[in-house]
């Protein structure tokens, strides 16, 4: 069974730009959750998808935004780029959105704000 | 806003048992304590889960007291490869995924 896949693993911005990026979850899983990791906030929860609807939300900007299409796939959009949003972006995928439920983690897109 | 506390940093040597604690406030009633460990460049991977008392797996136990206030991951005999970081999964109903900040566990030959 294939795990999950985010693209693309590295990726280099100009302040002001905007990004997106993909996760494609395990084969059957319906939620997909998304991740911001830096050294100095550690992992912190961005956002949860569920049969394309958005169920939780982190406490982020509006900057940051996501979709999930009807094959569970998920992308999620950095608008206007800040140098503080260079940052390791993980995604998560389980069969269910509560948390009672294992997550299967991507290894994750590393985005480099310059 | 839930917060989970965990220690910074351990050291510990080969074969030696390691417990990490976790204090989880405001978790939700129906929510489960969740660990996670992650390897540098890696996404974290999932060790063990509990609601009460103890649950144990192949590669750790965790011990959760009556209160739910704080959970106690335990690793047998650690080795050089359980060099991680390890995380508590914590809720607090509105923002479902917390993870605490994260023990950086070293273990020594």
């Known amino acids: 069974k294939a795990g999950v896949t985010q693209t693309p693993r590295y990726l280099i911005k100009t302040r002001g730009q905007q990004v997106t990026l993909s996760c494609s979850p395990i084969?059957?899983?319906?939620?997909v959750s998304w991740y911001q990791q830096t050294p100095g906030q550690g992992l912190q929860f961005l956002f949860e998808y569920f049969s394309e609807t958005q169920r939780n939300k982190g406490n982020f900007p509006g900057r940051f935004s996501g979709r999930q299409f009807s094959n569970s796939r998920s992308e999620m959009n950095v608008s206007t780029l800040e140098l503080g949003d260079s940052a390791l972006y993980l995604c998560?995928?389980?069969?269910?959105?509560?948390?009672?439920?294992?997550?299967?983690f991507g290894q994750g897109t590393r985005l480099t704000v310059v | 806003l839930a917060k989970t506390t965990q220690p910074i940093s351990m050291d510990s040597y080969e074969g030696q048992e390691v417990n990490i604690t976790c204090s989880h406030n405001?978790?939700?009633?129906?929510?489960?304590i969740t660990w996670y460990q992650q390897f540098p460049s890696q996404g974290p991977r999932f060790i063990i889960q509990g609601y009460k008392t103890k649950v144990t797996n192949e590669v750790a136990s965790l011990f959760i007291p009556a209160d739910r206030k704080s959970s106690t991951l335990s690793l047998p005999r650690v080795s050089l490869s359980d060099t991680a970081v390890y995380y508590c999964?914590?809720?607090?109903?509105?923002?479902?995924?917390?993870f605490g900040t994260g023990t950086r566990l070293k273990v020594l030959a």
């Open positions: 405001n978790i939700a009633t129906n929510d489960y």
């Open positions: 999964l914590g809720s607090s109903g509105t923002y479902k995924y917390i």
């Open positions: 998560a995928s389980s069969p269910r959105t509560d948390l009672n439920t294992e997550a299967f």
């Open positions: 084969s059957g899983h319906r939620s």
